[in-house]
């Protein structure tokens, strides 16, 4: 049966307020299961008869029209899910089969459950905290709108270049910019809620441990033992530990206690000059925060090209960012107006920095506390950092796959996502191989940094015959009526085939750009094939065309 939104006069719409039931529930005949904001004020959409909710189909703050269906109610009592929830009542175990059981719902973990439902499968979906995991509860997304929000900080610093003049120095409310980050938060979660719903996905809170090859127990407000033909693990990563002295501090934070800090700070350490490390300096430092960055290794971000490296150093430098590489932290101190004190060594001597707050950002490890996997016979990767898998994301136990940051192969979102579908279309029969040669990377620094494929020094390693070629962002027009003309676009190209095998950008659209050169190398393109292509004006996709031309002719814009 259909719940349909009521007729709302005048072809306006509603907006949908808090749902009051989940897929599952029991619900009696006009129970409310939503409030619906109308210009008449809030008109409650109740169930018309008792019955089983078996779909939800709209979202908390979403427009809703006339007629349209906002649940779906199975009129017939389903005598196994009433026993489930008298079971549960009574505080017992509650007893599930399914075809597939996912273990962790981040980018990985939910995007695997959608795709095996749509392929026909039944998935029950185990989470222990949030749909959508660390990457859109304290990662990816979070640390994005934080980003974002100092952007803007930095636009309206430098607004009077554009004409526009404002009142002075914009005041920063942190507290408003981290509830912005909550509510984008918020939203996709509840977004990933529906998607779940709408395919049928059984979503259960609880925290997971394996009892045998193939049966879970599931321990949340309620118990489940849970036996699944097949088995993915989709547990994601946690912050690796450090053992420096005075990391328990007050005033250290990590990247997560870092994303819901409402004290702005003046100073701020960072210790790693990775991603994170790098993405929070400059996010600090476009809100007007004077950052430290201390690095153990030589450089910033070593998985980039060294020359993309060192960029992004100078434009860090040019910002007023303080960095200190191949400096190795030895402890943190308090002083008697509780402040912080860093002390750290390079090859000289010992130096120290002073600041409000600490932000520790030395990276993750893969997450399998709790899990009990001794209990299947699962291997690890060497030094225990990670579960095992083949190109098929199988684990060495069968029916068991693995993927995302748990695997310890590529700790990114996309690598999750994309290697959650390898394993169900191998869970259904296929002969998918995982292929990592193409997989794009990104940095949200100021500017942006993005790359793809193979690194000149890869290609060296390798003894390729390789050419590069790289364009300034300078003589791009679009990058320059952005007053962002810093940057440059870097390809690589296998001589002996003519293909570009890999590219860097650092420049502004840097995240959007890295699109268009995993295209090309994942499918092979030579630089003719590129240069043959109508990139369209004025975009800063153009300085990618003039690149590709510098293999030949040289690029038209640049001398």
């Not at 925290?207 to 849970?226: D, H, P, Q, R, T």
């Not at 476009?286 to 153990?296: C, D, I, P």
């Not at 676009?489 to 890999?502: E, F, P, Y």
């Amino acid at each position: 049966m259909e719940v349909k939104m009521s007729f709302i006069p005048g072809g306006k719409k509603g907006k949908a307020g808090k749902i009051n039931v989940k897929v599952g529930d029991e619900v009696q005949a006009d129970n409310i299961l939503i409030q619906v904001e109308t210009g008449k004020g809030n008109r409650p959409i109740k169930a018309p008869k008792a019955g089983v909710i078996t779909k939800i189909l709209c979202m908390e703050g979403a427009e809703v029209s006339s007629g349209q269906v906002l649940f779906e109610l199975n009129s017939r009592r389903d005598e196994a899910v009433i026993q489930q929830k008298e079971n549960l009542k009574k505080n017992e175990t509650v007893e599930l089969k399914t075809e597939l059981l996912i273990i962790g719902a981040g980018p990985g973990g939910y995007v695997a459950a959608i795709y095996a439902a749509k392929r026909g499968m039944k998935v029950i979906l185990v989470e222990k905290e949030e749909l959508g995991g660390t990457c859109l509860n304290v990662g990816c997304i979070p640390t994005k709108a934080l980003v974002k929000s100092s952007e803007v900080c930095r636009n309206v610093c430098k607004s009077s270049v554009f004409g526009i003049i404002t009142g002075g120095e914009p005041r920063v409310d942190m507290a408003r910019i981290i509830r912005r980050k909550d509510e984008v938060r918020e939203k996709l979660v509840s977004g990933i809620s529906c998607l779940l719903n709408d395919n049928g996905v059984q979503v259960i809170f609880g925290k997971a441990a394996f009892l045998g090859n193939n049966s879970v127990f599931v321990e949340g407000k309620e118990k489940y033992i849970i036996s699944a033909r097949d088995i993915i693990i989709a547990t994601g990563s946690k912050i690796s530990k450090t053992k420096i002295p005075g990391i328990d501090l007050p005033m250290v934070m990590n990247s997560t206690e870092a994303l819901s800090c409402i004290d702005l700070p003046k100073k701020v350490t960072i210790i790693g000059g990775g991603i994170i490390g790098m993405e929070f300096a400059f996010m600090y430092n476009n809100l007007g925060v004077k950052v430290n960055v201390v690095e153990f290794l030589d450089r910033l971000l070593p998985m980039l090209d060294r020359d993309v490296s060192e960029s992004i150093r100078n434009y860090a430098s040019e910002a007023g960012i303080s960095v200190h590489t191949g400096s190795k932290v030895l402890r943190i101190q308090q002083s008697e107006d509780k402040q912080a004190i860093v002390t750290y060594e390079d090859k000289k001597e010992e130096h120290i920095v002073v600041s409000d707050k600490v932000l520790v950002a030395i990276g993750r490890e893969p997450n399998l506390d709790g899990m009990n996997i001794e209990k299947t016979g699962l291997i690890l990767n060497e030094r225990g950092r990670g579960i095992s898998v083949d190109a098929q994301m199988r684990t060495n136990v069968e029916h068991i796959y693995a993927i995302g940051d748990v695997t310890n192969i590529i700790q990114l979102a996309h690598v999750a996502s994309y290697q959650g579908m390898v394993a169900v279309d191998n869970i259904l029969g296929g002969s998918t191989q995982a292929n990592y040669s193409a997989v794009p990377n990104v940095v949200f620094t100021s500017p942006e940094i993005s790359s793809v494929g193979l690194t000149e020094e890869e290609c060296r390693k390798k003894g390729l015959d390789f050419s590069i070629s790289t364009v300034s962002y300078s003589c791009n027009g679009k990058a320059v009526t952005m007053d962002e003309p810093d940057g440059f676009v870097k390809l690589v190209r296998d001589n002996a085939t003519q293909r570009i095998v890999g590219g860097s950008i650092i420049g502004a659209d840097a995240s959007s750009l890295i699109s268009t050169l995993t295209l090309a190398v994942s499918n092979g393109f030579t630089d003719k094939e590129i240069a043959e292509t109508v990139f369209a004006h004025p975009t800063t996709a153009e300085v990618i065309h003039e690149a590709v031309l510098g293999f030949g002719i040289g690029a038209i814009h640049q001398s």
